[in-house]
């Protein structure tokens, strides 16, 4: 059954009832509604990612990128990781840029900070889990892009990928229309 939308029949009195109109009208209409819309990234990748970059960057735009096409309404984000930064008292920062039909991305994260930040401890290379959701509200019907992003106030931040020796931590982003 194909998950389209089309808008229902106003049936008139004396309306023949056929097969057609019923699977068109409610039986279509219904998978439609029940349809959920998600995507998700589960990493077990060969190498860890990292950055230096001190503005917000993507983390990785084909396998930390979710693509949905919504309904419209709203959406939930979330991520979960392990991070590391070498240096004490540095933040690393995560934000989602979000994309419409192909448009310019605009981040979701309020100011410079993003969403979420991880300061490292005074004690170097401790490894720290960093996670967020995040409820997107009223987001517009269309096709939409996700890309997960991340900068560091100084030095070498590193995300686990699953790839470390000893230290096989995977990264999760997903996000899941609520209807």
Request: with cysteine; aromatic share 10%.
């Amino acid at each position: 059954m194909p998950a389209i939308w089309t808008t229902p029949k106003t049936w008139a009195t004396g309306d023949a009832l056929t097969a057609l109109d019923m699977n068109t009208h409610l039986r279509d209409n219904l998978e439609f509604l029940k349809t959920n819309v998600s995507d998700e990234y589960r990493g077990n990748e060969s190498a860890d990612w990292t950055t230096t970059s001190t503005s917000f960057v993507d983390v990785d735009n084909t396998k930390l990128r979710l693509d949905v096409t919504t309904k419209g309404g709203d959406l939930l984000i979330g991520f979960y990781g392990t991070v590391l930064h070498p240096a004490a008292s540095q933040i690393i920062n995560f934000d989602v840029e979000a994309a419409l039909n192909g448009g310019a991305g605009a981040r979701l994260g309020l100011g410079n900070d993003g969403l979420v930040g991880v300061v490292s401890v005074t004690n170097t290379n401790i490894r720290m889990p960093v996670s967020f959701v995040y409820l997107y509200r009223n987001i517009a019907a269309g096709s939409w892009v996700f890309d997960l992003q991340w900068k560091t106030s100084a030095s070498t931040a590193t995300l686990y990928g699953g790839a470390t020796t000893g230290y096989d931590i995977t990264p999760q982003f997903w996000c899941k229309e609520l209807n």
